[in-house]
């Protein structure tokens, strides 16, 4: 009897040594405890631009995620959770995976990743479903997630390239959702399950200022001034009032405004590249004397009863796609048109003066550049 109650002591003193060693401040709520609340504050506080429907893309990262919590005497713990963002007429859901309480870790493996990938502001509010628990730590439940977390985060980006809502949403309810759902009934029946998060939230987008705004969505200490909370430049560590903030369950997320589209490869680039490639080939052919006029002629000609396509009618298919790209915003399509235009405008005035230098006279770097133009950076 005498052993078993030293047992039990040296527990009990353990387990306060290492409480009182893990957790930065007794102030600070452990992760479950304390009430839901949402901290909003900008990256850059003299930055007060507004975000303006339809002239610019949003995208959102998860920047890191914590659980003020441990490994308990009896057995290990781990986090897990998943996030759907709801904006306009898709909802992209996102698993988050796993991620263990040993050895004092309380920082999940989320470290600003795109949760949604670059995608035109409609004005439309975004509503973000976000839950996370503590549960026994399950190494192959473990794996499950982190498989489901990378499929899902490249689903997304995948959808993010749709040139409609109806592919986009094809695709993230047939694949994303199913993983999400997944995700989420294993949780529901894992041992020792501790609810740390579970909410809806509204981002209302019109009262969003600056390139940069994030979003603390935490369950812990109430009252809170948004005005004391910071992201370390060059981290991921959320500092309030001046010191890492460790209170609670929480995830971070920024929302980024951007004017210019980096988002990569649209569906048709590939077909852009090459009609243009197919253009200046024939047209400096022309130039050189080893095309005839006939022969440029015929190919900036609409194709007439043919199942091959003319050099002008693929440039015009291509135009016809961006046009209809709803990935972009319309100042970027419209540039885009254009910018085809002008070059098959350019080319059919050389033929019908019989001018072939019309089409590429002697170039300054200026120009030989705008001849070189590519519809979008690769990341």
Known sequence: MRAL??????????????SSSVFASSSDLIGGKGN??????????????????NQAYLSIYAV??????QDSFWFNKSVAGTLEVDIGRCRYPIVLGQFDLSGGQKVGGVFDKPVLPMVPYDGSDITIATLFQGH??????????????????SVVSTAATATSAGVANALLGAVAGKLVTGAQNALQKTDKNQPLYNSQDTIR???????????????????????????????FELDYAG????????????????????????????????????????CDGWKDGSVTLEKVKSELTPAINSNKQSVGDAIRTVRASIANDLGLIEKDRQHLMNELTAKLLL?????????????????????????????????
């Open 64 to 69: 890191s995620w914590y659980v003020n919590d």
């Open 36 to 53: 839901p609340a949402i901290n909003r504050f900008p990256k850059d506080r003299s930055d007060n631009d507004i975000f303006l429907p």
């Open 5 to 18: 109650i030293v047992s039990f002591a040296l527990v009990g003193l353990i387990t306060s040594v290492l």
């Open 243 to 282: 010191k890492p903030f460790k209170d609670g369950a929480w995830l971070l997320i920024d929302v980024v405004r951007s004017t210019a589209y980096l988002g990569g490869s649209r569906p048709w680039t590939t077909d852009w590249k090459l009609g243009l490639a197919n253009l200046e080939n024939l």
């Open 136 to 153: 026994k730590t399950d190494t192959a439940l473990g794996l499950v997630l982190k498989g489901a977390a990378e499929a899902s985060l």
């Open 347 to 379: 080319a059919n005035k050389a033929v019908l003066t019989n001018t072939p230098t019309l089409w590429c006279p002697d170039e300054g770097p200026a120009q030989a550049a705008d001849r070189d133009f590519e519809p979008f950076p690769l990341r």
């Open 205 to 235: 987008t019109l009262e969003l200022r600056g390139k940069e705004t994030y979003y603390l969505f935490r369950r812990g200490t109430d009252g809170l001034d948004d005005s004391k909370f910071s992201v370390k430049e060059g981290t």
